[in-house]
Structure formats: structure tokens, C-alpha cells
């Protein structure tokens, strides 16, 4: 069974700078897709960022970026320039190429942005 | 574009009794997903409908957990005889049935079972 791990319960960041927010995830699996979703305090759950595993190139959006590493099954997001409305906490997720749809969520981490 | 809608947002119950939650999906999406987050911990998947379908179920949907969707548009999740252990956020999302397709949650109905 596939298990995604995030090892950093909590991080923190000055504003304006950078921080990376670390992901692992295990499977057998040659094909699938992997997610950061971004959840605020007592509001919903938005995505990110996505990344397909047949890309090789990482995904970018805007101050948000990965860095996809396949052979090593990481899967790290790295947010620049930070701002106050970053603050929340950040799952990473697993999707299978296959039948199911289901995706597996890490635990989170929980960013602060400190002004 | 209205996105995921989700009610009510808060349920408070007591053990024992049954709880019905609802979920509008974004109204082009065929797949609607139903997940639990507890907390500290990431949302685990429930069930999933494709139209008015259930494709796929998880072991963590016992028998006093029930999904419908009728029509293939809204969707209800039934929790009978509540537990303690139900307490959690209860996530709906919906997605287009496309390889690889974004799921994008609603709100959540928060359950506290006393």
C-alpha cells in the first residue's frame, strides 16, 4: 500500500523568505500524481501545486515550486518570498495513475509565517 | 463558479443517534469523494461516486456509515447510531473524471459525537 510521510509536524519562516516543506512517499508504482493542497485555519482545503510522475520537470506556480525527486520518492515544496496569508497547514498527497482515485494524505505540516 | 459546498457545517449529536450530512458538488464534476480528518492527522478517503455510481469504498466506511448519490449530483453521508470515535471533519470534494484530476474540497461539516 502506498504511504505518504511528512516528517515536519511544524515550520516556521520569516516573512519574505524561503522555506521548504519536506514529503516522502513509498509505492510500487510507476505512474501517479502527487499534490501539496494548502489548508487555512477553519477553511478549506485548496491545491497548490500538482506534479505528474512521467514529468520530469518540476512543477512551478508562481512563488511555489517542488523539487520532484522520483528515484528517492521525495517530493518537497519550497515557497518563496512568504507572506502572512501562507500560513496554514500543508498536505502532501498521493494519487495512483491506476483505478482507484482515492488520494493518500501525509499528516501535515503546519507552517507559520512570522512578520 | 460556485465550488464545493458542504452542510451543515457544524453537528453536534449524541451517541447513538443518526447524522446526515449533505455535499454539492461544482455542478460539472462527476466525481465526488467523501474523506474524514481527524485531528493532527491528514483526511483519510471514505468512498467515492463516479455519476451516481460508488466505485470504490474504505474499510474505514463500517456498517453504520452509508454514502448515496442519486442523482449523480449532491450527495449525503449517513452516520447511524454515532459514536465517540465519529468525531472528526467530514470532507467532500469533486473532480472531473479526467486522468490525474484535481479534487477540490468544500468546507467540511465538523461532527462532535457526545
Known amino acids: 500500500a502506498q504511504t505518504v510521510t511528512q516528517s515536519q509536524p511544524e515550520m516556521s519562516v520569516q516573512e519574505a523568505e524561503t522555506v521548504t516543506l519536506s514529503c516522502t512517499y513509498d509505492t510500487s508504482e510507476s505512474d501517479y500524481y502527487l499534490f501539496w493542497y494548502k489548508q487555512p485555519p477553519s477553511r478549506q482545503m485548496i491545491l497548490v501545486i500538482r506534479q505528474e510522475a512521467y514529468k520530469q520537470q518540476n512543477a512551478t506556480e508562481n512563488r511555489f515550486s517542488v523539487n520532484f525527486q522520483k528515484a528517492a520518492k521525495s517530493f518537497s515544496l519550497k515557497i518563496s518570498d512568504s507572506q502572512l496569508g501562507d500560513a496554514a497547514m500543508y498536505f502532501c498527497a498521493y494519487r495512483s495513475a491506476g483505478a482507484t482515485n482515492k488520494l493518500i494524505f501525509g499528516t501535515g505540516t503546519l507552517l507559520a509565517v512570522q512578520p | 463558479d460556485t465550488g464545493v459546498s458542504q452542510n451543515p457545517r457544524h453537528k453536534i449529536t449524541k451517541r447513538g443517534q443518526n447524522v446526515t450530512f449533505r455535499c454539492d458538488p461544482i455542478?460539472?464534476?462527476?466525481?465526488l469523494y467523501w474523506y474524514r480528518q481527524t485531528l493532527g492527522q491528514g483526511p483519510e478517503f471514505l468512498t467515492y461516486?463516479?455519476?451516481?455510481?460508488?466505485?470504490?469504498k474504505s474499510r474505514l466506511l463500517s456498517d453504520r456509515f452509508s454514502a448515496e448519490r442519486p442523482k449523480g449530483s449532491f450527495s449525503t453521508l449517513e452516520i447511524q447510531r454515532t459514536e465517540q470515535g465519529d468525531s472528526a471533519m467530514y470532507l467532500c470534494?469533486?473532480?472531473?473524471?479526467?486522468?490525474?484530476?484535481?479534487?477540490?474540497f468544500g468546507p467540511g461539516t465538523r461532527l462532535l459525537v457526545l
Open positions: 470534494a469533486s473532480s472531473l473524471s479526467l486522468g490525474g484530476e484535481t479534487q477540490y
Open positions: 455542478s460539472e464534476h462527476n466525481r
Open positions: 461516486f463516479q455519476n451516481e455510481a460508488q466505485l470504490e
